[in-house]
């Protein structure tokens, strides 16, 4: 697929709408008033206005590009608490490398499933355990 830049969608638009939403004649329209442009199909009129009418942006929306999320899974609950079990004076940072989870998550995860007790100038991480306090 062919990339425009952002001047050129407006155009593309802007015919369409000249052409009373008639992709056929926008077509004509557009490669008469932009010779030397890159020729859309058709369709593409439609598409354009379509997508400016249901997102309000002429930009393509990729929902699955850019970095990959790490959400609260079981697994990452798991490799957490695991690597706190081994080592409960641990800090988050060595947690987050080790499990090769952010520390953003790390410190999600820690206060849903360990109570956090201050031991002097050092934290400790014990392991909750709901038992305990019903």
């Not at 008033?33 to 020729?39: A, F, H, I, L, T």
């Not at 970095?67 to 800090?91: D, F, H, M, Y």
Request: glycine fraction near 4%; charge should be positive.
């Amino acid at each position: 697929m062919a990339s425009y830049k952002h001047r050129e969608l407006a155009d593309v638009h802007l015919v369409y709408g000249m052409a009373n939403c008639n992709g056929r004649k926008a077509l004509r329209m557009y490669r008469q008033k932009y010779p030397s442009r890159k020729m859309p199909s058709r369709s593409f009129f439609a598409t354009i206005h379509r997508r400016l009418c249901e997102t309000g942006s002429l930009d393509v929306h990729k929902p699955d590009s850019g970095r990959q999320r790490i959400s609260q899974t079981v697994e990452a609950e798991e490799r957490v608490v695991q690597a706190l079990k081994r080592n409960p004076s641990t800090s988050i940072r060595v947690v987050s490398r080790e499990t090769h989870i952010p520390q953003t998550i790390v410190w999600r995860i820690t206060p849903l499933r360990l109570r956090i007790a201050v031991c002097g100038p050092q934290i400790s991480y014990a392991i909750f355990d709901p038992c305990l306090y019903e």
